[in-house]
Nanobody, 123 residues
């Protein structure tokens, strides 16, 4: 069974950068597409970025396109989210998730979730 643990969150000023990491355990990690979601207080969880199992295809929400980059290393069982030019509206709890199928932008498609890491961007 897959287990996901996020790290790298914190407090950063607007315009700054953070790199989130997601460590996966489980033999079948390389078979899953991965995604990052976020949830701000009082708001619904939203898709941020996704990557196919082979890293061939990446997906981004319009709000982060050009600023965030998702990557994975199947040998190290890691998925990263590099976040640049951060804005106060990026403040949220960020979650790593794994899916074996389904629509990449839908949370219901993802079978495994991490516990989340807080990102706070000050203005």
């Amino acid at each position: 069974q897959e287990q996901l643990v996020e790290s790298g969150g914190g407090l950063v000023q607007a315009g700054g950068s953070l790199r989130l990491s997601c460590a996966a355990s489980g033999r079948t990690f390389r078979n899953y597409a991965m995604g990052w979601f976020r949830q701000a207080p009082g708001r619904e969880r939203e898709f941020v970025a996704g990557i196919s199992w082979s890293s061939t295809t990446t997906y981004y929400s319009d709000s982060v396109k050009g600023r965030f980059t998702i990557s994975r290393d199947n040998d190290k069982n890691m998925v990263d989210l590099q976040m640049n030019s951060l804005k106060p509206e990026d403040t949220a709890v960020y979650y790593c998730a794994a899916r074996s199928g389904g629509a990449y932008w839908r949370g219901i498609s993802y079978e495994y979730w991490g516990q989340g890491t807080q990102v706070t961007v000050s203005s």
